[in-house]
């Protein structure tokens, strides 16, 4: 479902409890999910992450809510 969404530009892949993605705009899209009570990390700062979220793998719920947070960020 993340690649889905307008704003994602890209997925790296991972063997680990994270998923680094690549949006259009990491700070206003970290603010947002932010207001939906959703917490990533935005790895902007770092070398060749321009633009990148940290997305830590939660509870099927977890997974659930933040999905349908980025599905709702699209409109």
Known sequence: RLKEA???N???PS???FILVQVDDANRRYNELLQEGIVVRNR???PLCK???RITVGTRA???TLLNAI???QA
């Open 15 to 17: 063997d680990a409890n």
């Open 6 to 8: 307008s704003f994602v």
């Open 51 to 53: 633009n990148c979220l």
């Open 44 to 46: 902007s700062d770092q």
């Open 10 to 12: 890209k997925i790296f």
């Open 71 to 73: 599905t709702n960020l």
């Open 62 to 64: 977890q997974n659930d």
